[in-house]
């Protein structure tokens, strides 16, 4: 099965910082991979699909990138809503993997 | 605009079958593909398996023995039975619409439902 790492697993900044968050895939997975905010106590919320295409409604400083093993999630401008945890999400063969999360909280 | 509420007893006995059900509204379950997620408290989310709304399956290989999935479409639901559960079972349960493109990915949620394992 196809597992997911995501670096690093927390970090700390500030408003209006650039951060870029990672994942990466056991093996080559094209570009099937989405990225997911999730806030406490809330469901998890689609970002990011097919590694790179932004989700309706999801703001414009969000952006992903990446394609085969290793993918980007960048917030250019991070604003207070921004602080969450992040996960990234692969789909191979018909299942689905999430990674462990990176938890982006306030410097 | 899809909408999805988890339903189902908040606790579990150890050896017993959890059962949930999500209820759509907002769209129709056909044609679509539907997941259940698991969150057990403080962990990242546990991808459990899908179903078409025709009734085909797939599921997480870890959890395959002990899982089902199913769908009524003249309810506008899906269901989760996993059987055999145990303390390590406890979690918040989500239910998604999974859509289907190049991939599958999970666009609508549930708020989830928090269940417990215990005597």
Do not use: H
């Not at chain 1, 690093?8 to 650039?18: E, I, K, Q, T």
């Amino acid at each position: 099965a196809i597992q997911l790492t995501q670096s690093p697993s927390s970090l700390s900044a500030s408003v209006g910082d650039r951060v870029t968050l990672t994942c990466r895939a056991s093996q080559d997975i094209s570009s099937a991979l989405a990225w997911y905010q999730q806030k406490p106590g809330k469901a998890p919320k689609l970002l990011i699909y097919d590694a790179s295409y932004l989700e309706s409604g999801v703001p414009s400083r969000f952006s992903g990138s990446g394609s085969g093993t290793d993918f980007t999630l960048t917030i250019s401008s991070l604003q207070p809503e921004d602080f969450a945890t992040y996960y990234c999400q692969q789909f191979n063969s018909y299942l689905l993997t999430f990674g462990p999360g990176t938890k982006v909280d306030i410097k | 605009q899809v909408q999805l509420q988890e339903s189902g007893p908040g606790l579990v006995k150890p050896s017993e079958t959890l059962s949930l059900t999500c209820t759509v509204s907002g769209g129709s379950i056909t044609n679509s593909y539907w997941s259940w997620i698991r969150q057990p408290p403080g962990k990242g989310l546990e991808w459990i398996g899908y179903i078409y709304s025709s009734g085909s399956t797939n599921y997480n290989p870890s959890l395959k023995s002990r899982v089902t999935i199913s769908v009524d479409t003249s309810t506008n639901q899906f269901s989760l039975q996993l059987s055999s559960v145990t303390v390590a079972d406890t979690a918040i349960y989500f239910c998604a619409r999974a859509y289907a493109t190049t991939m599958v990915t999970l666009d609508f949620w549930g708020q989830g439902t928090a269940v417990a394992v215990s005597s």
